[in-house]
């Protein structure tokens, strides 16, 4: 039996990490327009972890007998002037989450809520990951992409990105 509060804060995150599935996309897709096929992998990929993450927020409440409400997931309204600017725009995302699941971690600690701290201990490495990640692509980004010869290289390297699921896996 999972408290109102923790409830409430995994439910919320159901859709934050639909939202980031969201935005990814949207990330994706104005690569994919402005030719940089590699950029745009990168994000579709990454857009198929958040949906995961999401699928995993459902699958603990649903193993610990909550209904899941399902909210409208925000547009993404984000404006994109450089290449940059995804990037930037991702790690700071990343560090939004961060903070969201130490949140609902506090609460869950507050309550000896032991059994939802085990589960965001996966979450809760996955984001030091995550905001690895993002940072790295700003500051490659920073290193090579002005010039147009190493922002190709660094587009093909992008590309290699294939989709793993997620490590952690609930029945
Ligand atoms: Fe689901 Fe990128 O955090």
Known sequence: ?????VTELLNKQVNAEFYSAYLYLDFSNYYKDEG???????????A???RDHAMLFIK????NGESITLEAIDK????????????NMGAEHERLVTSMINEIYAAAYEEHDFRTMQFLDW????????????DDNVKKFELFGSDSRSLYELDTEMKNRVYTAPSLVLD
């Not at 039996?1 to 509060?5: A, E, G, V």
């Not at 940089?36 to 990454?46: A, H, P, R, V």
């Not at 603990?60 to 193993?63: A, E, G, N, S």
Request: glycine share 2%.
């Open 1 to 5: 039996m999972l408290s109102k509060k």
């Open 36 to 46: 940089l096929d590699g950029y745009s992998n990168w994000y579709y990929i990454q």
């Open 48 to 50: 198929q972890e958040e």
């Open 60 to 63: 603990y409440l649903q193993q």
């Open 76 to 87: 993404p309204d984000k404006e994109y002037k450089a290449f940059i600017d995804p990037l």
């Open 123 to 134: 979450f809760v490495k996955e984001q030091a990951e995550e905001e690895d990640n993002a």
